[in-house]
């Protein structure tokens, strides 16, 4: 039902690349000074990281905005990722929302015209000094709608990474040490499969394999490559390094037993909380577990990167953009403007949240802190890699798919490549060709 | 075909209704099973919507609650202003049922009586409109709402779903009335009835318990509705039910005990509404059978 859902919104989407371009003149509030009303949509829960930090901006925006009011409403993530383009195509639409980062939907409306250009804002108001280069690269567009470079349509406010969590009460009863390289880290895992215990906890069913096996890839990559797979700079060869690499890895580890072949066919939920239940020593996943794990895990748990990468998967959260029918967008910049000030940054940061120009001083929990000052690394050594199912549209499945094949051992990692290679290489071909 | 070929079994003793033994009991526990097992669901919602999420997270979906936890109905019930969606969907589900079941009185009234030239094609292209994906009526909808000024409004939702549930009304009623018994409509033009009197005085009144039937069908066919809500009603002023429990789920996040504590609530009215009509079903689904 799900994915019927996103193949109908993906065909709604194309039908308005169709019309939506000479549609949008309709209301052109081009600049709208005087404006009195801010309306504000975005999708984060209210007692999140974000939430809490984005109320104490629409705080800050009233207090220096007397005299406009700001209508504010929470929606679903489900409506804003199906409906956007629509949304925003009519005038019922917001002045300001976040939106989901990436090609198929901020670059998509960007290129069909509905997203105002930020470049401008962003040079004034320093937004493209305060931000990584490896941040900016989802708040930019080329005007065929590809991430990386162009100009600016959206503000990233927060950003998530991929590291390794760990349940240290299993770690100290197993004697085993919180790993700095690769090699220590299958020491590791050969100790707890040893004493009977699957170290390392994964979903085949949903992105935590792929995400798996990317990190593994990322262990012998550099930034050429990450911008040949992502960017399209060069062709990837799929059966040389790095991903010939991460794939004969992976198989190797399910081999060994690191990663239980059961967890063919566990959602990401399941891992999730089958480590909450302490049942599994680690898992490989992203920061946005980190603010549930820390309300609901009763035990000593704590975090470390992927051990020896220097790149990791990761890239700015979603973005604040600004629909091309806003009737009051000086408004809606000062707002984006102020959800990057210091105190709302720290806010994020406080709540287990990963800010983007976070200061790891102004953080008071010990393992918050840690949390930002290893995304802030990352950042610095422009380390964020993106995701593994960014490059093409529909490649999700395509991922999915292949490392069910490895979990399960029903594929040897060079079919696996042989599958997830092509869907890339048409992909890459559609996209150029537009 | 089987039927008349195979000689008469006459010799077979014809089994008394009230002495069929142990079949009647078996019958009985597949009834009970089936019967149970599609309560299983309702369970893990009812066991699952009064547990912490740690206690979830944790001890997963199966454990007995470790307190009595209502947190999640509160938060689901005040995050998404319940009673504003309770009413909106109440309003939109209400007037569909209604309306729908009034456009497809007229239709039927005038394909199945008044037997209209083509009236098989007609019917035909009443029930494409109920076979069509919605998926794919989504963009002209939208781009019509949006020209005619209704998109985000609650009235382009009764619209759009008043076609398309009377759409099936017609089809359903036209058999039905298809089959209406010509001496009354003649006795009754006899007597001097137009037709507007007919339907009203003859034609009505028998079709009463079918048409309850209708209104309640289409009235939770509505409540349930999901994709063309999320569409057309953007503000969180004019969401219904479906779409307000469709805001708990995250992005890469799912809230289980929220969303069962949410789909408890949703769940209410709709069973509510079925209780209050469950008479008016039962003796509609029976009303054709003592002719």
Redesign the interface.
């Given at each position: 039902m799900q994915r019927l859902r996103r193949v109908a919104a993906a065909a709604v989407v194309a039908a308005l690349a169709a019309t939506g371009v000479t549609a949008c003149g309709d209301d052109d509030g081009e600049g709208a000074s005087g404006a009195k009303v801010l309306k504000l949509w975005h999708y984060e829960s209210a007692n999140s990281a974000m939430g809490v930090a984005w109320d104490k901006a629409i705080e800050i925006f009233k207090q220096e905005h007397p005299g406009v009011e700001v209508r504010f409403e929470r929606k679903a993530f489900e409506q804003i990722q199906q409906n956007a383009g629509m949304i925003i195509n009519s005038s019922e639409g917001p002045d300001v929302m976040e939106y989901n980062k990436g090609n198929a939907t901020a670059g998509l409306l960007s290129s069909q015209g509905l997203l105002t250009d930020l470049t401008a804002q962003a040079t004034k108001r320093g937004w493209d000094k305060a931000l990584s280069p490896s941040l900016q690269t989802t708040a930019r567009y080329s005007d065929k709608g590809v991430m990386g470079s162009g100009n600016w349509y959206g503000v990233p406010n927060y950003g998530e990474y991929v590291m390794v969590y760990y349940n240290k009460d299993l770690f100290t009863r197993y004697g085993v040490q919180v790993p700095t390289t690769l090699d220590e880290m299958t020491k590791a895992m050969d100790t707890f499969v040893g004493k009977g215990v699957t170290p390392l906890g994964t979903a085949g069913a949903e992105y935590p394999a792929g995400q798996l096996f990317y990190e593994l890839a990322l262990a012998r990559a550099d930034r050429a490559f990450v911008d040949n797979y992502q960017l399209y700079k060069n062709p990837v060869d799929f059966h040389a390094d790095p991903l010939k690499y991460g794939a004969d890895t992976f198989a190797e580890w399910v081999r060994k037993g690191y990663v239980s072949k059961n967890a063919a066919s566990a959602k990401a939920e399941d891992m999730g909380t089958a480590f909450i239940a302490g049942k599994t020593p680690m898992i490989v996943s992203g920061s946005w577990w980190y603010g549930r794990f820390k309300s609901e895990i009763k035990f000593d748990w704590d975090t470390f990167l992927f051990p020896g990468n220097k790149l990791n998967a990761g890239s700015s959260g979603n973005i604040w953009v600004v629909p091309t029918s806003s009737k009051a967008k000086d408004l809606a910049y000062d707002f984006i403007d102020i959800t990057m000030r210091p105190e709302v940054q720290a806010l994020i940061g406080n709540n287990g949240g990963v800010p983007v120009v976070g200061d790891p001083a102004k953080i008071s929990d010990a393992k918050d802190r840690k949390l930002i000052e290893n995304f802030n690394a990352i950042s610095a050594q422009d380390g964020l890699a993106f995701y593994p199912d960014w490059p093409v549209p529909g490649y999700y499945d395509v991922l999915v798919a292949g490392f069910q094949g490895l979990i399960n051992q029903s594929k040897s990692p060079d079919q696996v490549l042989d599958a997830i290679a092509k869907p890339y290489q048409d992909g890459v071909a559609e996209i150029k060709r537009n | 075909m089987a039927v008349t070929l195979t000689p008469p079994a006459r010799a077979r003793r014809v089994p008394d209704r009230h002495h069929r033994g142990v079949t009647r009991w078996i019958v009985l526990a597949l009834v009970t099973a089936a019967a149970l097992a599609m309560l299983v669901p309702f369970a893990f919602m009812l066991l699952n919507a009064f547990k912490s999420?740690?206690d979830?997270?944790?001890?997963?979906p199966l454990s007995w609650p470790s307190e009595f936890y209502t947190k999640g109905l509160r938060t689901y019930w005040e995050?998404v202003d319940f009673p504003v969606k309770l009413w909106n969907s109440t309003l939109i589900a209400g007037s569909v049922a209604v309306l729908a079941v009034l456009v497809s009185l007229f239709n039927a009234y005038a394909l199945g009586v008044g037997r209209v030239r083509g009236r098989l094609w007609i019917i035909g292209l009443f029930l494409l409109a109920n076979m069509l994906?919605q998926?794919s009526l989504?963009?002209p909808l939208?781009?019509f709402a949006?020209e005619a000024g209704l998109?985000?409004t609650r009235l382009a939702v009764i619209i759009i779903f008043t076609v398309i549930q009377s759409a099936f009304g017609t089809y359903l009623l036209a058999s039905v009335l298809g089959t209406f018994p010509r001496t009354l409509l003649e006795a009754a033009a006899l007597d001097g009835a137009g037709k507007w009197r007919i339907l009203w005085r003859v034609v009505l009144p028998n079709l009463r318990p079918t048409l309850s039937v209708l209104l309640v069908f289409f009235f939770i066919w509505t409540w349930n509705e999901f994709?063309i809500p999320?569409?057309m009603l953007?503000?969180?002023q004019t969401q219904t039910v479906p779409?307000?429990l469709?805001?708990?789920?995250?992005?890469?996040?799912?809230?289980?005990p929220t969303t069962n504590a949410g789909s408890l609530l949703s769940l209410v009215p709709a069973i509510l509404f079925f209780l209050i009509f469950q008479r008016t079903l039962a003796r509609g689904i029976t009303a054709g059978a003592e002719k």
């Open positions: - | 999420p740690g979830y997270s944790t001890n997963g995050q994906p998926e989504i963009y939208y781009h949006k998109y985000n994709l999320l569409v953007i503000d969180n779409v307000a469709a805001s708990l789920q995250g992005d890469r996040l799912m809230d289980a």
